[in-house]
């Protein structure tokens, strides 16, 4: 080797070989990121659902090529989604169970009623 060159010259970072996209992956992600999502409309089914699809579709696209970092994403959004989704349905059942009962009556029936006088007063509000 001569004083004039490069000893770096063959390890140019601009020089990488160009990443395979996995789409499996990148479908898992988004599984994932929907199933996320539909929990804050109470919509645990589906939540359940798309959290399986989210785990079951990076477990696929293992197959392709090592399991890369949306696909780890996604399990763990599908997991997360799973949990929250069987907290959330044990939680609707415990609050439909709380107000069918009878002696719970009068608590609903009186907070039924300052939801309904709230909503009067802010749609007095923007009739203003």
Same mark, same amino acid.
């Given at each position: 080797?001569?004083?004039?060159?490069?000893?770096?010259?063959?390890?140019?970072?601009?020089?990488?070989?160009?990443?395979?996209?996995?789409?499996? /992956?990148?479908? %898992?992600?988004?599984? @994932?990121?929907? !199933? *996320?999502?539909?929990?804050?409309?109470?919509? =645990?089914? &589906?939540?359940?659902?798309?959290?399986?699809?989210?785990?079951?579709?990076?477990?696929?696209?293992?197959?392709?090529?090592?399991?890369?970092?949306? /696909?780890?994403? %996604?399990?763990?959004? @599908?997991?997360? !989604? *799973?949990?929250?989704?069987?907290?959330?349905? =044990?939680? &609707?059942?415990?609050?439909?169970?709380?107000?069918?009962?009878?002696?719970?009556?009068?608590?609903?029936?009186?907070?039924?009623?300052?939801?309904?006088?709230?909503? %009067?007063?802010?749609?007095?509000?923007?009739k203003k």
């Open positions: 080797m001569t004083e004039f060159e490069n000893p770096y010259q063959n390890q140019n970072p601009y020089n990488r070989a160009p990443k395979k996209k996995n789409g499996f /992956a990148t479908a %898992a992600l988004c599984s @994932g990121i929907f !199933a *996320i999502l539909n929990l804050c409309c109470f919509n =645990f089914p &589906s939540c359940i659902i798309l959290g399986v699809g989210a785990i079951s579709i990076a477990i696929i696209s293992k197959k392709e090529a090592p399991m890369t970092r949306p /696909a780890k994403t %996604a399990v763990v959004l @599908g997991v997360i !989604a *799973i949990i929250l989704g069987v907290v959330e349905f =044990f939680y &609707s059942l415990w609050l439909s169970d709380l107000i069918k009962d009878p002696a719970n009556i009068a608590m609903v029936n009186q907070l039924v009623e300052q939801v309904q006088g709230e909503m %009067a007063a802010q749609a007095d509000k923007f």
